[in-house]
């Protein structure tokens, strides 16, 4: 599984790449993505959501998470615009990360 993040108002960047990624990907059924969006981009995220219900690819958007515990705890790779907060958690939990 893959947490994309980048922080509390988003990263137009990481959400665009991850957001193209995801489309790429939309038929690989061995993979999942957690995509917290940041409240900015969200909506439209949203409406350009790169797989649909069909598409094998586990994808989730998110506009916010509070619980980044259990994001951490289910991904195998985190890709993310990180503040020292959120570096200082990963490196805890011991998750590869880009």
Do not use: K
Request: with cysteine; charged share 20%.
């Amino acid at each position: 599984a893959v947490a994309a993040f980048g922080g509390s108002l988003g990263a137009r960047r990481i959400n665009e790449a991850v957001l193209g990624t995801c489309a790429a990907w939309r038929h690989r059924g061995d993979l999942a993505v957690r995509h917290i969006a940041g409240e900015r981009d969200h909506d439209d995220l949203a409406a350009r959501r790169p797989v649909d219900g069909a598409d094998p690819l586990q994808y989730q958007l998110v506009g916010f998470e509070d619980d980044m515990v259990s994001v951490y705890a289910a991904a195998e790779v985190v890709v993310c615009r990180a503040g020292a907060s959120s570096v200082a958690e990963i490196a805890v939990v011991g998750i590869p990360s880009v």
